[in-house]
């Protein structure tokens, strides 16, 4: 960094292509920033790279805090890259915006990752919207197939519509509960259980008897659902994130379901939709950046919130005074 003004580095597709961990960061680097210029090159790097993405298994992972998602992730990850896998973990966190990424601490709850040569580990950047923060992830994880990741686990650190958001970037979703369903059960929103391919009841080590009893719960609740695939009918498994139990039945039903969504062709229909819903988020975040950063929106905005504060002015009116300094 030269004269207090970011410097953009070089970084060549065929230096991402190769693997190349440096060359990697910094175009994930630069796909965050906000820069116009560095939106342009990042936007013409992706581009270029476009042709070596879509072949990772694509996994979304959520839970409540406590359960032991980063545990969980840290050794299914460090048993894939045994196998020869490369793992990327991506994370999504909404309260980013709020407490600076506290996600970087992943990196030393997942140890093992952290140290492994064949694993790669990406905090969500900083942005002024949850469908600003889902989008530069799913660059980033772009980024990490086209640098030869095969595995790219995304983890959802938010609460709320982050575990929606994290739907929408992967093939598979799998929701970790904890023991002992009973009340919990009762707590859960029925929107997460419509978007799980697949709950595993975590800490399995500690209370095996316990999750058990959650696991039958939680499948009787399944039940009454609908399927989002006729192919697929979600499972229940019990696991131990700190011990490895279950986690190899575990990535046997996620590639399962990756062949079953392949042969009847709702893989690449699933993908098509998530890139539609990428391109809107884009859309909503330059026209958040617009609103925040554009001088003459900057000097009216305040003035048009004062005068529907004073009764002066509708939100109706208001909403369409701004809409109009948009140029829209």
């Known amino acids: 960094m030269t004269g207090g003004t970011p410097r953009k580095s070089h970084v060549t597709a065929e230096a991402v292509a190769r693997g190349d961990r440096a060359a990697l960061a910094r175009a994930i680097t630069l796909m965050e920033s906000r820069r116009a210029d560095h939106r ?43 196998q020869g896998h490369k ?39 900083s942005s002024g919207t ?3 923060v889902a989008a530069k992830t799913r660059e980033t994880m772009l980024l990490c197939e086209a640098a030869g990741f095969d595995v790219i686990l995304v983890e959802t650190v938010g609460v709320g519509q982050s575990e929606t958001a994290v739907a929408d970037l992967t093939d598979f979703f799998l929701v970790l509960m904890l023991p002992g369903a009973g009340d919990e059960l009762q707590g859960i929103k029925k929107g997460i259980l419509e978007l799980a391919d697949m709950i595993a009841v975590n800490k399995a080590d500690d209370a095996d008897a316990r999750a058990k009893a959650a696991a039958a719960e939680y499948r009787a609740a399944l039940h009454i659902l609908t399927p989002a695939s006729a192919a697929w009918t979600p499972p229940v498994l019990t696991v131990s994130g700190l ?86």
């Open 243 to 328: 011990t490895g139990q279950g986690l190899d039945d575990l990535w046997t039903k996620v590639i399962e379901h990756r062949k079953r969504l392949e042969a009847t062709g709702e893989l690449s229909a699933k993908r098509r939709a998530q890139d539609a819903k990428w391109m809107w988020a884009l859309v909503h975040e330059r026209l958040y950046d617009r609103l925040h950063h554009d001088p003459a929106l900057r000097r009216r905005v305040p003035e048009i919130e004062k005068h529907i504060a004073s009764g002066q002015l509708s939100p109706t009116a208001g909403a369409d005074e701004i809409v109009g300094l948009l140029g829209l």
């Open 40 to 82: 342009a090159a990042a936007r013409d790097l992706l581009q270029a790279l476009m042709p070596r993405t879509g072949g990772a298994v694509r996994v979304g992972i959520t839970g409540v805090p406590g359960v032991g998602k980063s545990t969980t992730i840290d050794t299914l990850g460090h048993r894939l890259t045994e």
């Open 130 to 132: 949850l469908g600003g």
């Open 87 to 125: 793992v990327a973990v991506l994370a999504v966190d909404p309260s980013s915006t709020r407490t600076g990424g506290a996600i970087l601490g992943d990196k030393t709850r997942m140890a093992r990752l952290a140290a492994d040569p064949n694993a790669f580990i990406r905090p969500s950047p």
